[in-house]
C-alpha cells in the first residue's frame, strides 16, 4: 500500500500556542506550511466534519499570518491597501470584514485574505489582515514594498488564532459573552472572553456559522481551554477543515487559485465591489476589466461525480470525446454530501451547470455533471 | 489454520491451498483514516507481485494497494462497493478486496509471518 506523501521538509516546523494540546489530545500532526499541525484527532476525519456541521468544532488556525495595516487615517490605509486589492475598502465601515485578494501585475492572485477594519474609533486608520500561512513571509514584503510613507505593517507575530465552527457555536460563544449572539456575519467586535481580551469575527470557512478568535499567543490557550468544557465543542483538525471547505465550494490557495488565475476567472466576482470594478486602480485592473466585460475563457465550477469514487486535484476534465477542457483542482469525498464532490477550471463554454463532463481518474473516464456550489448550503447568520 | 503472510507495505495474503485472500492490516486502516470507496479489479485479471490490486480512497488521499504476490484474481469483494466503511471495521475479516490463485508460491517465502510484521511495525 502507498499513501500520497505528506509535504516533508528539512526545516525544523514552527509550532502554535496550541501544539501541546494536540499532541496530548492525540492528533496526528502533519508538517503543514512549515508548522507541525494536527490534520485529525482520533475521532477522525468523518467523524470531526460531521461533528462541525451538526455542533461545533474547534480550529487552531494560528499558522496564518495576522498583521495591522496601521496610517494615520482610515482613507489613507484604506486606500494604500486598495492599490493592492481590488476589494472597496474605503467603504467599509468600522467593524465591517471583507475577503479579497493580493493581486500582482498581471491580475493573477498572490493570495487571498481577510481584511478587518477595527469598530473602535480611537483605532481609525488600522485594517486587520489575516493570510495564508504558506503566503504570509511573501505577502508582507510585497506589502511592504508598496505602502506610502505614512501607513506601516505592523506584523502581529505574538497573536494565535482559533476558529469555532457549526450550528452551535453561537450558543457556546454567547455563553463564555452573551454579546457573540449580537454580532453579523462578517463583522468584529472586541469581545472578553473568560478574561481575556479577543477580537472576534462572524467569519470562518465551513460554510457553517461560526466565529475567528484572534487573542494573546500566551493567553488564547485559556479560550480553547473554556470552550472545550462545553460538551458541544469538539477539536477539529485540518483534514476536516480541508473536507468542510470543498464542500462549502470555498478557494484554498495554491490548489483552487494562485498567481495564474484571476478573482474573475476564480468566480470571486462577488468580492470586487463596483466602485473598484470601474474604477480599477488594483494590479492587474486591465485584465480584470477585460474580463468581466468579455467572460473570462476559463472558469471555476463545481463538479459532482457520479458514484462514490473521488476525483483529486490533477485529474484531467474531459469532454465524452475525449478532450481535454480542464482540470481539477481540489476534489475528494465530501462527507455530509455523502459522495464525492470536486472543483476546478474547465473551458467557459463547459461551464453551464448541468454539463456532463468526465474527470480522468487513473486513466479512466468518471462521469461527472458542472454543479453549481456550495454543494452543502452555508449557514452564515446574516 | 490459514497462514497469513505480510508485506511491508501494509497488505496481507491469508494462504488456503493455492489461493490467497488479499486485504490490509489493521495498521494500514488506521493511517489511511476513513475509507470512502475501494477500486477493485476484474475477477480473471492477472496481478504480478508488487503490482497494483486495488486503490483505496480514503477522505484524504488515494493509495494503491499492491498484490503481495503474483496470481489470478478469482473473486472480488463487491460488498465494500456499498459498504467501504468494512475496511475500516474489519479489515482482516469482511473488509478483504481479493482472492487470488497464486502463481508461484515461491513467492511467500520473501512475505513476512505475524510475528515479523508485528515487529516491524513497531519501529514505525
Known sequence: MAAEAETASTEPLLKTPFHARHVAAGARMVPFAGYDMPVQYPAGIMAEHNWTRENAGLFDVSHMGQAFLVGPDHETTARALEALIPADIVNLPPGKQRYSQLLNEEGGILDDLMVTRSADPDEDGALLLIVNAACKTADYAHIEARLPANVKLVKAEHRGLIALQGPKAEEVLAALNPEAAEMGFMTLRTLKLGGVKANVSRSGYTGEDGYEISAAADRIGEIWDALLLDPKVKPIGLGARDSLRLEAGLCLYGHDIDTATSPVEAALNWSIQKRRREEGGFPGAARIQREFAEKPARVRVGLLPEGRAPAREGADIATADGTIVGKVTSGGFGPTLNGPCAMGYVAREHAAPGTKLDLIVRGKPLAATVAAMPFVPNRYKR | ?124
Do not use: C
Open chain 2, 1 to 124: 489454520m490459514a497462514e497469513t503472510r505480510y508485506t511491508k507495505d501494509h497488505e496481507y495474503i491469508r494462504i488456503d491451498g493455492d489461493t490467497g485472500t488479499v486485504g490490509i492490516t489493521d495498521y494500514a486502516q488506521g493511517q489511511l483514516g476513513d475509507v470512502v470507496f475501494v477500486e477493485l479489479p476484474s475477477v480473471g485479471k492477472a496481478l504480478t507481485k508488487g503490482g497494483e490490486a486495488a486503490v483505496v480512497e480514503s477522505v484524504k488521499a488515494a493509495s494503491e494497494v499492491y498484490a503481495p504476490v503474483s496470481g489470478e484474481v478469482v473473486a472480488v469483494n463487491s460488498e465494500l462497493e456499498a459498504a467501504p466503511g468494512t475496511v475500516n471495521e474489519d479489515p482482516a475479516g469482511k473488509g478483504w478486496f481479493v482472492k487470488i490463485k497464486l502463481t508461484n508460491t515461491g513467492e511467500l517465502d520473501g512475505l513476512l509471518s505475524e510475528a515479523e510484521y508485528q515487529d516491524y511495525v513497531k519501529t514505525l
